[in-house]
């Protein structure tokens, strides 16, 4: 009799958790609430973000904007204190049928890799709705190398304007995002436009995601000015990168050739306003990884991690190869005192510009409702849980 009993209490145990998980998650009651993890001294901070972005036709003007905003987005980021290392991912979406369902640029510090993959992506298919959205949560959730154990802040950011696909055979919504909060991922969204439909799906994402849902207009409504200091910084921006020099082995080598690579391609194809953007995050302090890359041999002899004289000729970088060593000398610390120099410029001239942009916001009655505003209330809320500190509001 004990064991009917208990048998029969396990069933009703479990037909509970059947019927009831919905009702819990929809009312926003995490079964697993996120575990963000606290700073302490001895941690190099990080933060990792992750945008999800709808590419199907209807979102060409979002996209756009997302090309424009991305470097002032991680220089508000990187304003924190303390200050983070900022590493960004992208999943690019569309639906079944089209080109692609989604695509993936992994999580990373090479921020100028990620750009360059971000120039790529062009709006296209579509013209129907739902879409995609639950791979591509699944994606972002799943298949990013989120930082482990130094990891204070973890954040995604699904931008779209159109509902998820419930009618297909995948992982929905309610368990990507309760496998987010066990990772201590918060979830935001933000809908473009105004289809009806996707209102509630993605206020419940957020709602189950401990994080926020807010609405834009279709192109995004993001603060995007060019100012008279723009070409400048965009100038000096240039010559910072062409003070890197690059030493170890060949493959070491070859992978930093790669970043030079992305950084030519968006000296191309970026608007002189973004590669400003690009020039005042690299300038400042939070940028660090960013410019330099890995075995940065200007920076490495400056900060004593390395002897120039205790490096084979192989591992030397191409330009000091023909040099003798007192020449080799010379050149880095003349690299290092030029890049102090255009560092200093590009700095006060980011003044000139955030006084010059300040000005354009308050004449236009302060834009609160803006992309810009929005992300960084959210950022500054949702960071300040894991010790991080916002004081100056969003970059532009």
């Not at 436009?193 to 207009?217: M, R």
């Not at 306003?273 to 400042?284: E, I, K, L, P």
């Not at 939070?286 to 084979?312: F, H, K, P, Q, Y």
Request: net charge negative; hydrophobic share 40%.
């Amino acid at each position: 009799m004990k064991i009917k009993l208990t048998g029969i209490a396990l069933f009703l145990l479990t037909l509970g958790a059947v019927v009831y998980y919905p009702q819990i998650m929809a009312k926003n009651i995490p079964l697993n609430p996120p575990v963000i993890q606290h700073i302490t001294a001895s941690q190099n901070p990080k933060i990792d973000v992750v945008f999800v972005l709808d590419t199907t036709g209807s979102m060409s003007g979002l996209i756009q904007t997302a090309k424009e905003k991305i470097w002032s987005i991680a220089t508000t980021m990187a304003s924190a204190q303390p200050t983070p290392e900022i590493r960004i991912g992208l999943v690019a979406y569309r639906d079944r049928g089209d080109q692609y369902v989604t695509r993936v640029v992994d999580l990373s510090d090479d921020l100028d890799s990620v750009y360059a993959a971000l120039m790529d992506f062009e709006a296209g298919g579509g013209g129907d709705t739902p879409e995609s959205v639950n791979k591509a949560l699944y994606d972002a959730v799943h298949h990013m190398s989120w930082s482990e154990g130094e990891q204070a802040y973890q954040v995604v950011f699904l931008v779209g304007d159109a509902p998820p696909h419930m009618d297909y055979n995948e992982v929905r919504y309610p368990e990507i995002v309760a496998s987010a909060l066990e990772k201590g991922i918060v979830i935001n969204t933000i809908q473009c436009g105004e289809i009806p439909t996707t209102v509630g799906p993605w206020t419940q994402i957020a709602s189950l995601g401990q994080g926020t849902f807010f609405q834009v207009e279709q192109a995004g409504g993001a603060v995007v000015y060019t100012t008279p200091f723009d070409d400048e910084i965009a100038m000096l921006s240039a010559k910072l990168d062409d003070t890197r020099l690059y030493y170890g082995s060949e493959e070491e080598k070859e992978r930093m050739l790669k970043k030079v690579a992305a950084a030519d391609k968006l000296e191309v194809m970026a608007s002189v306003a973004s590669r400003a953007r690009r020039g005042v995050f690299n300038a400042a302090v939070g940028g660090r990884a960013n410019l330099l890359g890995e075995n940065e041999l200007v920076d490495a002899v400056a900060s004593g991690t390395v002897e120039l004289d205790e490096l084979a000729p192989e591992d030397l970088p191409e330009a000091l190869k023909p040099m003798a060593p007192e020449e080799q000398r010379v050149y880095v610390e003349r690299l290092a005192d030029v890049r102090a120099d255009l560092k200093l410029q590009i700095q006060e001239l980011s003044t000139d510009r955030d006084d010059f942009i300040a000005a354009k916001v308050d004449e236009a009655g302060g834009m609160k409702d803006s992309l810009d505003q929005q992300l960084y209330d959210a950022v500054k809320e949702q960071a300040s849980k894991a010790g991080f500190e916002y004081e100056n509001g969003p970059a532009y």
